[in-house]
């Protein structure tokens, strides 16, 4: 029988990987695995995370998937939400008035937390959760439809009127895009006033607004596909983690957001290439 367990991660500091930094650990000898370990596996209550959609472009390949097996049976690693279903659990939250957004997708028994010991087939044990299983089934339909939806919302009057502002540009497409994700995923109706204070609660979706505009429509020339929208959605459990390691573009976006607003204040921001051996 498959077993997973709960884990409240408010315990725990969380270092977030995404699947750049999540390929690189995997990688023999090149010592970014044992950089990340020295660098913050130095107390108790330190957990690796990942993303849903990390663990989705992990399984397309046999060849890193293998690899992934053998880090996951050696590391606390923890599957964590992004968007959508984490904006699920904002929503939970603001309406109970309560500030915990749960983060925790499942973990393997074999992964040590709480006392638990690992054991090798701990990847196998978390794929083969029914929960997961049909949430990786159905993730490449999901992801193209969503991408869809976003070229087709690229090319709406509101939006096209959007892309030819010189000043002010991002402000009015995070504004335009959140009351867009109300409307087609909370189903609020446009004319329906947004409670600003509870807005600003989700967090995801204006981490997501922000990398949307930086990735996907500032540049009208940049061809974008579902390697970026994966990239994007992985980015937005950023505000609830202690430490993101990912690549050059995408901490270069993260730190333009952290000097722009409060809503990834006190994470660290690390690029992969600060560990393991240098050239």
């Known amino acids: 029988m498959n077993e997973s367990y709960s884990v409240d991660l408010?315990?725990?500091k969380i270092i977030y990987l995404d699947t750049n930094a999540a390929s690189e650990i995997c990688k023999p000898d090149n010592g970014v695995l044992s950089d990340l370990i020295s660098e913050f596996l130095i107390e108790d209550g330190i957990v690796f995370g990942i993303?849903?959609?990390?663990?989705?472009e992990i399984s397309k390949s046999k060849k890193w998937l293998d690899r992934f097996q053998k880090v996951l049976s050696l590391l606390p690693i923890v599957l964590l939400r992004s968007y959508f279903p984490l904006a699920h659990e904002e929503f939970l939250s603001v309406e109970a008035n309560e500030e915990y957004v749960?983060?925790?997708?499942?973990?393997?028994?074999?992964?040590?937390?709480?006392g638990k010991k690992m054991r090798p087939d701990s990847l196998q044990v978390l794929m083969?959760?029914?929960?997961v299983a049909e949430g990786l089934n159905a993730m490449?339909?999901?992801?193209?439809?969503y991408l869809q939806e976003l070229t087709s919302l690229f090319q709406t009057e509101s939006f096209l009127k959007i892309r030819?502002?010189?000043k002010g540009k991002r402000d009015?497409?995070?504004?335009?895009?959140v009351q867009n994700e109300f409307k087609t995923k909370f189903h609020i109706p446009e004319n329906v006033e947004l409670d600003e204070d509870k807005v600003?609660?989700?967090?995801s979706m204006h981490v997501l607004a922000n990398c949307v505009y930086e990735r996907m429509f500032a540049d009208s020339k940049r061809q974008f596909g579902l390697s970026d929208l994966v990239d994007v959605l992985i980015m937005t459990t950023v505000p609830y983690v202690h430490v993101f390691v990912s690549e050059k573009n995408s901490i270069g976006i993260l730190r333009g957001i952290k000097n722009r607003t409060k809503l990834l204040e006190g994470v660290g921001l690390h690029k992969v290439s600060e560990f393991g051996i240098k050239a």
């Open 10 to 12: 408010q315990d725990y």
């Open 51 to 56: 993303s849903f959609y990390t663990l989705y």
């Open 102 to 114: 749960s983060l925790f997708i499942a973990a393997p028994v074999g992964i040590k937390i709480d």
């Open 128 to 131: 083969n959760m029914p929960y």
């Open 140 to 145: 490449e339909g999901n992801l193209t439809v």
């Open 164 to 166: 030819k502002i010189t």
């Open 172 to 177: 009015r497409f995070i504004s335009a895009f």
């Open 200 to 203: 600003s609660r989700f967090k």
